[in-house]
Structure formats: structure tokens, C-alpha cells
């Protein structure tokens, strides 16, 4: 993880451009049909304690559902009618923190694949505190159980757009 937070700093420092932070390990590729279950071992994979992964029949048409087990916290992903990364991501970072945070992106906002970097909170905070919270947020939005990022419509994706460029 220490390597993820150092390529961060280098980008808030300028050290390299957002060009090669698109390039960089520091950013986990997601594309709006990848599997569940490998968007959890993708965030995994950045974390220096991942979570155990299960999967649970459940009898619906979408397969099978996601259980995060971390110690003696288990969360079974509410999926509802269908999987989803938008419900995957959020529901994963939820679980994970504060230890660790998943945060978007923000460069990749409008594509079908979506950039994703993970943290611990301690070293989000740290960035903040350097760079302040508005440029981190510019670059890498946190992400809620209300988030959007794969289901956004083409308008709320124009309009969101809009803002974004209205900030710099």
C-alpha cells in the first residue's frame, strides 16, 4: 500500500501528470460488466489485509450472492434483483472502513470502464491534509451507500460534467 499512497503524492505534487497516474498500479480498472466477485479481489489485491470472500447460493436468475467476512463482521452484499458494481463497490468500501477507503476516480467519469484506487484512511486524511480536501475530491471522489458511478444516465452524466469543469 505504501507504493499506492507514494504514486498518489507524486501525482499532488506533480511529480507525474494525470496521464501517467492513468498508466500507473495506483488505479484498478473496472468496466461496467466485470464480474463481482473479481471487482472484490481487484480492491483486495491493494489492500495490505484483504477481506475473505464467499459466495452464497441464493436461487436468483444473477448467480450467486457475495459475503465479505473480515474477523468476526460478515456483511451479505443486498443485491436485490440483479448484481451490480455500483452496489458491489459501495458495500465493499462500507465494509472496509475506516481501515481502508475504495475511492473513484474521477478522471474516468463517463466511461463504461471506471478507475478505482484504495487507501487506508490514514493516508487519504494524510493527502488532505497536504493538498487539501478539495483538490484530493477533485481527483477522487469518496464514495457512499449513495454513490452512482456505473448507473448514471447519459444527462446526469452531462450535468455532472458541467460541474466538474465549473470547479477547476
Known amino acids: 500500500m505504501e507504493n499506492l499512497y507514494k504514486e498518489l503524492r507524486s501525482f499532488f505534487v506533480n511529480d507525474i501528470d494525470v496521464n501517467d497516474l492513468f498508466d500507473s498500479e495506483a488505479i484498478i480498472w473496472i468496466d461496467w460488466c466485470e464480474d463481482d466477485e473479481d471487482v472484490v479481489r481487484y480492491f483486495n489485491d491493494m489492500m495490505d489485509e484483504p477481506i475473505h470472500i464467499q459466495t452464497v447460493s441464493n436461487g436468483k436468475l444473477y448467480g450467486d450472492d457475495i459475503v465479505l467476512q473480515k474477523g468476526d463482521n460478515e456483511l451479505l452484499i443486498p443485491y436485490g434483483d440483479e448484481k451490480d458494481r455500483d452496489v458491489t463497490i459501495k458495500y465493499f468500501?462500507?465494509?472496509?472502513?475506516?481501515?481502508?477507503?475504495?475511492?473513484?476516480?474521477?478522471?474516468?467519469?463517463?466511461?463504461?470502464?471506471?478507475?478505482?484506487?484504495?487507501?487506508?484512511?490514514?493516508?487519504?486524511?494524510?493527502?488532505?491534509?497536504?493538498?487539501?480536501?478539495?483538490?484530493?475530491?477533485?481527483?477522487?471522489?469518496?464514495?457512499?451507500?449513495?454513490?452512482?458511478?456505473?448507473?448514471?444516465?447519459?444527462?446526469?452524466?452531462?450535468?455532472?460534467?458541467?460541474?466538474?469543469?465549473?470547479?477547476?
Not at 468500501?93 to 466511461?111: I, T
Not at 477522487?140 to 452524466?157: A, G, K, Q, T, Y
Request: proline fraction near 3%; charge should be negative; hydrophobic fraction near 40%.
Open 93 to 168: 468500501n462500507d465494509f472496509v472502513q475506516p481501515d481502508y477507503e475504495v475511492r473513484w476516480f474521477v478522471e474516468s467519469f463517463g466511461n463504461d470502464t471506471l478507475g478505482f484506487t484504495v487507501l487506508s484512511g490514514a493516508e487519504w486524511a494524510n493527502l488532505e491534509d497536504e493538498f487539501g480536501t478539495d483538490i484530493v475530491r477533485y481527483y477522487f471522489e469518496p464514495i457512499n451507500l449513495e454513490s452512482n458511478m456505473f448507473n448514471l444516465d447519459m444527462d446526469e452524466v452531462s450535468t455532472l460534467l458541467e460541474l466538474r469543469e465549473n470547479k477547476r
